[in-house]
């Protein structure tokens, strides 16, 4: 049994205090180092103690009543040799752990402070169990002495062999028909399929339970209570089988453990073949869910070692570890006060290095996954309640949950200051801490890099207003030919433009000579000024097709050279629509002239760049050299649409962004600013634009006080969202 220390001097032994009479004394199993153990049951508050050899010893002749004769006959009657001060610090244990009969006002008095202290206040309360709150609902023991005959071929092996055997046939089949499996998915993202959804994983997780819980009554273990829980307010179903700490058998243990998930996976393995046999309908979608949810509810929760479901309690029965995470994380802790300060403490307990070794990494990896549930549990917090409430939560979470332990750590730590003294550890240590403070506070950080786009200083794409083919007669401009402004570079055809055009002449002729006919119709003139007004529009449709009709004569906009990669540009090839043709891009007047750029800042940065700034552009060419240019201008106003595709998110871009349906325009997902950049000195021209990263400005800041600025300017955002 633990043996708490106190502060608190025990006096002398006359006569001990009884035992309660409805404590229960079972044998467990012997301990990794091969020592026999006991199991000590409080039913009462339901609770179980390890107990050693000495403590069960000690604890047998408790009936002698005085101390000297109890010690005395266990080293007279056992080869072990006990001391007074063992038996006094075993009745410690006994009286903290409430294990003892109260027969004085002494005992009444501490059971009421034990209980004053353990009272807790509401808002204590419910800052402690509103994430976890149990309701027992159900006490299942006459049930299960009931229909218990009816599981009893559940448990011969012929049975598992049979769901092996299912579940790889089942596999087998779902592999040969796996898009059709996955594609299955898209039918129940409404609300009837996540109420579907809903109801499989109610069906498995009932019976996960009631697999506990018949095999916890066949090893002989009483089941009180099976009921509801409220994890982060999503409901869950729990079992109470805590009595399978009385089950000295490791392997009986070790089932009672895994008998829910094994329900789920035998379930899962029923209902995948019987997806790939049953026909399309109702049933076969049924099939698709239970397979589905008790997969990947199964082996991604409940096999997790590192909370305490029942893949935590597997691992504690097969590592014979009672209480897995408590002694890890002592180890964790031991170690890490002793690498960083060299303390020499012994370590929590005794124990071979190859388990130490992984204790000690449980501790660390255990650790680290719980950061990330408690932060993801302290988001959903949040976004679980209005504004206000939502950051109270996430704020209470956060500190109780991951803040409270670090500081706890901590002052554990300082409280041990005096024991500190200049050795390798701790050199090693105020090194360290040194390194991370010249990283996180010393303003060595300079400059913003931010997604940019350069591209000639004067250059205009040519594409292809409408689908069509090159004329017949047409020689298209080759790549490096050097063209005058309003000179032709290609002529395209549109069969549809043409017979729009043709159609709407008719249609203007027909309209005019109505018009002209209306004084001698008299029909026509029942019509009145419609007839003109008709015969307007006919001739402004005429207009404008005429003028598509005359865009699909491609001209130089200005002097320059022609650029294409486009080697199909032959007479009598048919383009696309928006088929990009050539670039025409013009020499500049000197070389900072060559070369313009856009840069693509978001709003945490934009406040650190300013015009004049230096700014540094990297293309994602290799083969392509820096170009050194200054800030032209910082826009103020944040950018409505993307302009540049490269940069944006669904053509590969890291500015996160979303195609407009319709109008098919660039919309970023957050505040993004434009900075303007030129004078690039000593730069090439450049035949098209090419992306890179650009480097502005040279404000010197600490990575603490741009995390801090973050934050500030997130929760600023969210409180007044």
Excluded at 70 to 91: F, H, P, Q
């Amino acid at each position: 049994m633990s043996t708490p220390s106190s502060a608190t001097p025990i006096p002398a032994l006359t006569r001990l205090p009884q035992l309660r009479q409805e404590l229960t004394l079972t044998r467990g199993i012997p301990s990794p180092e091969g020592a026999p153990t006991w199991m000590l049951h409080d039913p009462a508050a339901n609770r179980f103690f390890q107990l050693g050899w000495p403590a069960f010893e000690l604890l047998s002749r408790w009936a002698l009543d005085e101390p000297e004769a109890i010690v005395a006959a266990v080293n007279r009657e056992t080869t072990l040799s006990v001391t007074l001060d063992e038996l006094e610090t075993l009745l410690r244990t006994l009286r903290q752990q409430n294990l003892l009969l109260a027969a004085s006002a002494d005992d009444t008095r501490r059971l009421q402070a034990s209980a004053a202290a353990g009272r807790l206040t509401g808002g204590m309360w419910l800052l402690k169990h509103y994430l976890m709150i149990r309701i027992p609902l159900w006490h299942p023991m006459p049930f299960l002495r009931r229909f218990a005959r009816y599981t009893e071929p559940v448990f011969r092996p012929v049975f598992w062999g049979v769901v092996v055997a299912i579940a790889v046939a089942g596999l087998f089949m779902v592999s040969r028909r796996w898009d059709e499996f996955v594609h299955t998915f898209h039918g129940y993202a409404d609300l009837r399929g996540l109420l579907s959804i809903a109801l499989a994983l109610a069906f498995a997780k009932i019976l996960h339970e009631f697999g506990h819980a018949f095999t916890a009554y066949r090893y002989g273990c009483r089941v009180p209570t099976m009921g509801l829980a409220f994890l982060v307010m999503l409901p869950v179903l729990y079992t109470d089988t805590t009595d399978a700490w009385k089950v000295p058998d490791r392997r009986k243990r070790l089932r009672i453990g895994a008998a829910g998930m094994l329900s789920e996976l035998a379930l899962a393995a029923l209902a995948t073949l019987a997806w790939n046999l049953l026909p399309d309908g109702p049933v076969r979608a049924g099939a698709f869910l239970l397979a589905t949810t008790t997969w990947i509810g199964t082996l991604a929760i409940n096999a997790s070692p590192f909370m305490r479901f029942d893949g935590y309690f597997l691992l504690s029965d097969w590592l014979d570890m009672p209480n897995l995470h408590d002694r890890a994380f002592a180890f964790g802790r031991w170690w890490m006060r002793e690498w960083l300060f060299g303390l020499g403490d012994a370590q929590p307990e005794p124990c071979a290095p190859r388990r130490r070794r992984f204790l000690i990494g449980f501790a660390f990896v255990t650790w680290l996954y719980r950061l990330t549930v408690f932060f993801s549990i302290a988001l959903v917090v949040y976004h679980a309640f209005f504004k206000a409430l939502g950051i109270g939560l996430f704020c209470i979470e956060f500190g109780w949950f991951i803040v409270r332990p670090v500081v706890r750590e901590g002052r554990a730590c300082w409280q041990r200051r005096a024991a500190l003294r200049w050795r390798r550890q701790t050199l090693r240590s105020a090194m360290l801490g040194g390194g991370l403070f010249c990283l996180l506070v010393l303003p060595w950080h300079g400059g913003v890099s931010a997604p940019a786009v350069f591209g000639p200083q004067q250059a205009q794409g040519l594409y292809a207003p409408v689908a069509g083919m090159l004329a017949d007669p047409s020689v298209p401009a080759h790549n490096g030919q050097a063209v005058h402004a309003g000179e032709v570079l290609a002529v395209l055809v549109s069969p549809e433009l043409d017979y729009k055009l043709k159609q709407a002449q008719t249609e203007a002729a027909l309209q005019g000579w109505e018009v002209e006919q209306q004084a001698f119709d008299e029909r026509l003139q029942q019509q009145g000024v419609a007839l003109q007004k008709q015969r307007d529009a006919a001739r402004q449709t005429v207009a404008g097709l005429s003028a598509q009709i005359a865009q699909l004569t491609l001209r130089a906009p200005f002097d320059g050279i022609v650029e294409t990669a486009d080697d199909g540009l032959v007479p009598g090839a048919w383009l696309p629509r928006g088929a990009r043709l050539f670039d025409v891009v013009g020499p500049g007047v000197t070389a900072s002239q060559r070369v313009k750029g856009d840069a693509f800042v978001d709003e945490d940065e934009v406040g650190r760049i300013a015009a004049g700034d230096a700014a540094v552009f990297v293309a994602a060419l290799p083969e392509m050299k820096a170009l050194k240019c200054r800030v032209e201008a910082v826009d103020r106003v944040n950018l409505a649409t993307l302009d540049e595709p490269y940069v944006a998110s669904p053509y590969g871009g890291p500015i996160p962004a979303e195609l407009q349906p319709g109008t098919q325009q660039l919309v970023p997902l957050r505040a993004t600013y434009r900075v303007r950049i030129g004078q690039c000195t000593g730069s090439p021209v450049l035949a098209r634009q090419i992306a890179g990263t650009a480097v502005l400005g040279g404000a010197h800041e600490s990575l603490a006080w741009r995390g801090l600025r973050a934050l500030l300017a997130t929760v600023e955002r969210e409180a007044g969202a």
